[in-house]
């Protein structure tokens, strides 16, 4: 069964302060890793989305890595800000069109002043 | 504003009733996914609709339909609901590069379904 799995559940950071959110997945055949933001009660929004050869991708200060061989991708967050605190969402794309998502649980942070 | 329209915002209804739930996607964008997110599940892919036809199909229970429309609209059907139906209803959409389905997908607000 194809499954995303997301660490932590949730963390809370300082304002300012740096942190790394991790996905790991097993979905097969791949064709894309996603990551969103989506803040409470609202629709997830698009941070990045990486194909298969690529293994780093940046929207501002929010840094997505990704080895295909692992099935690992990372999201790190520079600098955060309030307005980061929202759960973090993993999806990977399976098939030949990409169009089947699988999503991880998500992970939640708060980020304090 | 991700200029994805879901209508209507809340719906409460009774076990057993039968609702419609509807999605604009973005001008221009060919693609309609829906979604649910429930409490206990998380986010979970139901269906795929690219200018009018049905592409890809997820969880979606044998109890739900969708279908996309000449204007591009979709409707997502709900019948004989149960207390377990009650989630968040995304629909999503994109342009559909044709690039293995790696174009951006814009969320509308959802759709809040209660059935009691």
């Known amino acids: 069964k194809n499954q995303v799995e997301q660490s932590p559940q949730s963390l809370i950071i300082l304002e300012g302060k740096n942190c790394t959110l991790q996905?790991?997945?097993?979905?097969?055949?791949?064709?894309?890793l996603r990551w969103y933001k989506q803040d409470t009660g609202r629709g997830p929004v698009s941070l990045t989305i990486m194909t298969f050869s690529e293994n780093t991708k940046s929207n501002g200060r929010y840094t997505a890595t990704l080895d295909a061989d692992t099935k690992q991708s990372s999201l790190h967050i520079t600098a955060s800000q309030l307005s980061d605190s929202a759960s973090y969402i993993c999806v990977v794309s399976e098939g030949a069109a990409g169009n089947k998502l699988t999503f991880g649980g998500g992970t939640r942070v708060l980020v304090k002043p | 504003d991700s200029g994805v329209t879901q209508t209507p915002k809340h719906l409460i209804t009774a076990t057993g009733q039968r609702v419609t739930l509807r999605c604009s996607p973005r001008s221009g964008d060919l693609s309609v996914y829906w979604y649910q997110q429930s409490l206990d599940q998380g986010l979970q892919f139901l269906i795929h609709y690219y200018n009018g036809e049905e592409r890809a199909k997820g969880n979606i229970l044998e109890r739900f339909s969708a279908q996309q429309f000449p204007d591009l609209h979709s409707e997502l059907n709900l019948s004989s609901l149960e207390l377990g139906d009650s989630a968040l209803y995304f629909c999503?959409?994109?342009?559909?590069?044709?690039?293995?389905?790696?174009?951006?997908?814009?969320f509308g607000p959802g759709t809040r379904l209660t059935v009691l």
């Open positions: 999503a959409s994109s342009v559909d590069s044709g690039l293995a389905g790696a174009d951006t997908q814009y």
């Open positions: 996905c790991n997945y097993t979905v097969s055949p791949f064709s894309n």
